[in-house]
Nanobody, 119 residues
Framework: QVQLVESGGGLVQAGGSLRLSCAAS????????MGWYRQRPGEQRELVAG???????NYADSVKGRFTISRDNAKKAVYLQMNSLKPEDTAVYYC?????????????WGQGTQVIVSS
């Protein structure tokens, strides 16, 4: 199990950039597949970007070419660099850690950080 704390959200104008950070605690962070999700009001939570424990990445079509996910295992941190932000990127962003079943299986979430993109 890992504890996750997000930071870096805020208010930004369309076209601007933000960098979200997720700080993790726990001794098995390196084994976790990590992801950033977002949830708009009245909508379901959706995957924005993911990075596996081996470093492979995947992105939602809506953010490809604009967002970049990365991880620093030494710092137990995951980042989401968001460029060319659009008003539709406004949402609460959540960090997620998924421990594969091979290692016991677990699913942990942070408390979320608000991103507001003004037009």
């Amino acid at each position: 199990q890992v504890q996750l704390v997000e930071s870096g959200g805020g208010l930004v104008q369309a076209g601007g950039s933000l960098r979200l950070s997720c700080a993790a605690s726990g001794s098995r962070f390196v084994l976790n597949n990590m992801g950033w999700y977002r949830q708009r009001p009245g909508e379901q939570r959706e995957l924005v970007a993911g990075i596996t424990n081996s470093g492979s990445t995947n992105y939602a079509d809506s953010v490809k070419g604009r967002f970049t996910i990365s991880r620093d295992n030494a710092k137990k941190a995951v980042y989401l660099q968001m460029n060319s932000l659009k008003p539709e990127d406004t949402a609460v962003y959540y960090c997620n850690a998924k421990l594969p079943q091979l290692f016991g299986g677990h699913d942990d979430w942070g408390q979320g950080t608000q991103v507001i993109v003004s037009s």
